[in-house]
């Protein structure tokens, strides 16, 4: 996932882990070889175009929206369809109420017409006190919450990992997030919840206390949910 920074020049740019103290609990009790954290990269403003989610100095908020204001603006004096003049003028209007773009529900027609914008807030934006910087790994956390995602484990003797996932994804995609493979062939998703898993001490005892669920394609993942799938090779 990219993230883009305005006015927070006490992060510094590249790749990071996300530290997360639920995966540590997890690592904990099985003792893996190694521990992945979730990875996020961090990029300057010029790489706002094709990133995820921008995170932004509590200060630097109405910039953003008065720089999206200024193209809505020039744009609807170009606007040729009705369709796109009236969206734009939905979005000068929540613009002006000084709210993000992605704050509005939009319908898949009107995500095809502003796909080519070069638009700040069409992407979510996570705005981000002073006093919260000192707490990196807790900031980036909720920078990938408030944009929509969640994350969920797997575990083993060579591996405890955390993955990235679209808040709503089904078992089918998260099988996708570890390889095409496992999705390509997935036949179950053995699931096991996060609680489950620290209060009976692992994988083996939650299983022999019935907290393990077979769950299909279709299975909406939950934050955090520990996940083995069984895949046709």
């Known amino acids: 996932m990219k993230i883009s920074l305005f006015f927070i020049p006490e992060l510094s740019l590249g790749k990071r882990n996300v530290k997360d103290a639920r995966l540590d609990q997890v690592d904990k009790i099985t003792r893996a070889k190694k521990k992945t954290y979730l990875q996020v990269e961090l990029a300057g403003e010029e790489g706002a175009a094709d990133a995820d989610a921008i995170l932004a100095a509590k200060e630097a908020a109405a910039d953003l929206i008065l720089k999206d204001l200024e193209f809505v603006e020039n744009r609807i004096s170009r606007a040729t369809q009705e369709e796109e003049k ?123 206390a019935g907290k393990m669920r077979l769950e299909g394609k279709d299975y909406i993942m939950q934050d955090c949910d520990l996940a083995n799938f069984r895949f046709n090779k």
């Open 86 to 208: 009236a969206l734009l003028l939905k979005f000068k209007e929540t613009l002006e109420k000084e709210s993000f773009i992605s704050s509005l529900e939009l319908a898949s027609e009107e995500v095809r017409l502003i796909s080519s914008y070069s638009l700040l807030t069409k992407r979510p934006v996570v705005t981000a006190s002073k006093e919260e910087l000192g707490d990196t790994d807790s900031l980036l956390g909720r920078v990938l919450r408030e944009s929509g995602y969640i994350s969920f484990f797997t575990t083993g003797e060579k591996e405890t990992r955390a993955w990235l996932i679209r808040c709503g994804s089904t078992a089918w995609e998260a099988a996708g997030a570890i390889h095409s493979d496992i999705q390509k062939g997935f036949i179950r998703a053995e699931i096991i919840a996060l609680e489950d898993f620290l209060s009976c001490g692992g994988e083996t005892p939650a299983k022999q």
